[in-house]
């Protein structure tokens, strides 16, 4: 079992960048795939980027390939997903999860954290 805690989000004028950080806990951290997924007020829960065990393999959705990054750092049980070039639209509450399988589905993912909020005023 691992618990993620989210960190970094915060309010930023469009154009401007964030990293979002999500700490795990426990000693498995690399036995895990990493996503990021957002959910904005209304909407369903979606994918932003998933990273493999080793942090070799990244796959982003449409949205946002090009402007974000996702990256882990496995001694420090850590993954990141830095924001870069952010539009009013990436407003929403980030969530880091964890599985057991490349995916970028919500219900693929086993362990979320509780999000942090991104606001990107225009």
């Known amino acids: 079992q691992v618990q993620l805690v989210e960190s970094g989000g915060g309010s930023v004028q469009a154009g401007g960048s964030l990293r979002l950080s999500c700490a795990a806990s426990?000693?498995?951290?690399?036995?895990?795939?990493m996503g990021w997924f957002r959910q904005a007020p209304g909407k369903d829960r979606e994918f932003v980027a998933r990273?493999?065990?080793?942090?070799?393999?990244?796959h982003y959705a449409g949205s946002v390939k090009g402007r974000f990054t996702i990256f882990r750092d496995n001694d420090k049980n850590t993954v990141y997903l830095h924001m870069n070039s952010l539009k009013p639209e990436d407003t929403a509450v980030y969530y880091c999860?964890?599985?057991?399988?490349?995916?970028?589905?919500?219900?693929?993912?086993?362990?979320w954290g509780q999000g942090t909020q991104v606001t990107v005023s225009s």
């Open positions: 999860a964890a599985g057991s399988n490349l995916n970028t589905v919500v219900a693929a993912y086993d362990y």
């Open positions: 990273i493999s065990w080793s942090g070799i393999s990244t």
């Open positions: 426990g000693r498995t951290f690399s036995r895990y795939v």
